[in-house]
């Protein structure tokens, strides 16, 4: 043998057993498979036929009697197929009459085994066919075998055809059952539907016996269900002129302790009621009759399996109850059960209601009273507030009012003199008269800024104000208040040409009070309050000498909703919370409020169009 040349691959014959027993298959498995040969198997003569024209094998053991196509008519189907013509066909059979040899060959088959197979001699049996044995058909016997053939095929084909008839009565009664068992479905839905909205206990009880006695054809109905307290089950009788309340069963009663005791799911009908332990009981109880077919279906509570919610019993006078009707029988029971859990569940939210909307009643008075209340103790605390003021304010009045009369009364005895004053002392008279003007001035301001503040005068009605007199106002109101310290020095600068402005008094005080309250976070040891105009344009500035703003906030100072902003690690002044405030009220009249950094303090500017 030269390099190049490969020895030959030995080809293993492949062989299909065709073969509705697993151990016949198994045996003939493990011998063959033993001798060298590839096995399969096809358990049916269908499956066989199509496994052998994809296999093409070299031999096909094949069983005579095989569910479907027997084998005989697998042999004939198989040599029908030019693609077959190489492959043999040996029948396993139990058959060793002459006339099935014979049929077999006549098929097809070029020779057959008898079953049971001899496990000695079946490996050579198999070999000798593959070596070229053939069985061969007595001269003159074809056409006996042939109408053999023929008879068996006829009985096959009558076989089957019972068997087809047999099949299509049972698909017919299955039928019948399906389409009964459909309309008894559609029933019980549209009994479900029609008993959702009711929420009378006793009117859901009443509609669904009623449709399961007409359902079941029932001659006694019975209808037990456990009581709110858990001692004992209250029942409901079907009778023909409707239904009446039966004698409570105590939870402690045998037939209902046993019954607690059968496992989930059961349903006691025929023989294995008659013969169970409470079927006397029951004759008693009258849920059923001694003679009759009696149905026992006990219901679980659907929060706790263990607890046994109720009782179904139920008797007719002699037709056992079938399958489909206990399942029907449980089906009623379970919407009987739910409708009447749901029609409690919804009474109970109902009442739950209702005692919410009292409840919101009562809150909604107590809530009215609560305004009451707090708009008294806010009129009570503005008093008290106001007294304050009133009292702080008294004393501030008491220097211009002290002044009023030093210099009435100096200017009193100027003019009490007969002869006329001379030059110095009309100059003094003049002198006084400036004062005394000031003085009424500035008790004026006070009092109109004090009785805006108190609600009394037209704080909140557009007016012609003088921004000046304003700002003097309202320093003397926050110094009254206490929001100014008495120790902190102000000093006022007004520059502005003009400051008669068309406006709400309460917006400019208002925003006024927010620059100072941004001032004073800074803990200043210095106020400056100036203003500024020109072109129609009013400034007011409001400068402290405190700690500087962090660069990092002057951006958003005046955004809305100032405690929203992400916090800074670093630690300094921030930007007063009234500013975002401030800049809203101007942005009514056209106005900005701006932040100018300083190296020590901060400076506050609002400008605005004076129109």
């Given amino acids: ?54 296999l093409k094998p070299a031999l096909i053991l094949l069983d005579i009697n095989l569910p479907g196509l027997s084998g005989f008519e697998v042999a004939t189907k198989l040599r029908q197929n030019r693609g077959m013509d190489g ?17 077999a060959l006549v098929t097809g088959c070029d020779g057959f085994i008898s079953k049971p197979i001899d496990p000695f001699l079946f490996v050579g049996q198999v070999e000798a066919y593959l070596g070229g044995r053939r069985d061969q058909l007595d001269k003159g016997r074809e056409g006996a075998a042939l109408r053999q053939f023929s008879q068996q095929v006829v009985e096959h084909l009558e076989t089957q055809l019972r068997e087809a008839q047999d099949s299509n009565r049972k698909l017919l009664e299955v039928q019948a059952e ?14 479900s539907k029609d008993i959702i909205p009711i ?32 001692a004992y089950f209250e029942g409901l009788a079907r009778t023909a002129d409707g239904f009446e309340e039966l004698p409570v069963l105590p939870m402690s009663h045998p037939l209902a302790f046993w019954t607690a005791s059968l496992p989930l799911g ?48 139920a008797d007719r006078p002699d037709k056992p109850f079938q399958p489909f009707e206990t399942e029907l029988a449980a089906l009623h029971a379970g919407i009987l059960q739910v409708s009447l859990e749901n029609a409690g569940l919804i009474a109970h939210l109902a009442e739950t209601s209702q005692a919410l909307g009292t409840s919101y009643e009562g809150l909604e008075s107590a809530y009215e009273s609560l305004k009451i209340a707090q708009r008294a103790l806010n009129a009570q605390n503005q008093k008290s507030a106001l007294g304050t003021l009133f009292i702080n304010m008294a004393k501030r009045l008491q220097s211009p ?91 006022m600068t007004f520059q502005a040409p003009a400051d008669k402005m068309f406006g709400v008094y309460s917006d400019f005080s208002e925003g006024f009070g927010h620059l100072i309250s941004h001032a004073l976070e800074g803990h200043p040891q210095h ?81 605005f169009k004076m129109e």
Avoid at 178 to 191: C, G, N, P
Avoid at 283 to 302: E, F, K, Y
Avoid at 457 to 477: K, T
């Fill in 199 to 230: 929420r009378n206990e006793q009117e859901i009880l009443r509609r669904v016996l009623d449709k399961l006695q007409e359902v079941l054809h029932l001659d006694h109905l019975r209808a037990y269900r456990l009581h709110g307290s858990g």
């Fill in 178 to 191: 399906l389409e009964e068992r459909s309309q008894h479905l559609s029933r019980l839905l549209s009994l």
């Fill in 401 to 491: 009012v002290g002044v009023l009369k030093d210099e009435t009364s100096a200017l009193a005895l100027i003019m009490d003199r007969p002869e006329l004053p001379v030059p110095n002392e009309r100059r003094e008279c003049h002198h006084s008269m400036h004062k005394i003007q000031q003085a009424i001035f500035q008790v004026d301001g006070v009092v109109r800024a004090l009785l805006r503040r108190a609600g009394q005068g037209e704080a909140s009605s557009p007016e012609w104000l003088h921004l000046h007199e304003l700002l003097g106002q309202e320093v003397e109101l926050l110094r009254a208040e206490g929001s100014l310290p008495e120790s902190l020095p102000v000093e």
């Fill in 87 to 103: 492959t043999l066909i040996v029948a396993l059979t139990a058959k060793t009459m002459r006339h099935d040899r014979e049929t």
């Fill in 1 to 54: 043998m030269t390099k190049t040349q490969q020895p030959m691959t030995e080809v293993i014959p492949r062989i299909l057993c065709i073969e509705d027993n697993p151990m016949n298959w198994r045996l003939v498995q493990r011998l063959l498979s033993q001798a060298g040969y590839e096995m399969h198997w096809a358990e049916d003569g269908l499956k066989g036929c199509e496994l052998a024209l994809s």
């Fill in 266 to 313: 059961t349903v006691l009908t025929g023989d294995p009621l008659r013969q169970s332990t409470p079927w006397q009981q029951g004759i008693d109880l009258g849920l059923w009759a001694p003679r009759a077919q009696a149905l026992l279906l006990p219901l679980r509570s659907r929060s706790d399996e263990r607890q046994l919610w109720g009782i179904l019993a």
């Fill in 527 to 607: 106020l400056c309050i100036r203003t500024q105009g020109s072109d129609g344009q009013f400034q007011i500035e409001v400068e402290d000498d405190g700690a500087p703003v962090l660069a990092g906030l002057l951006v958003g100072a005046f955004e809305p909703f100032p405690d929203l902003r992400p916090t800074l690690n670093e630690a300094g002044r921030r930007p007063g919370q009234g500013l975002s405030a401030c800049a809203q009220l101007m942005n009514t009249y056209n106005g900005t409020v701006e932040i100018v950094p300083r190296d020590h303090g901060s400076l506050v500017r609002i400008s």
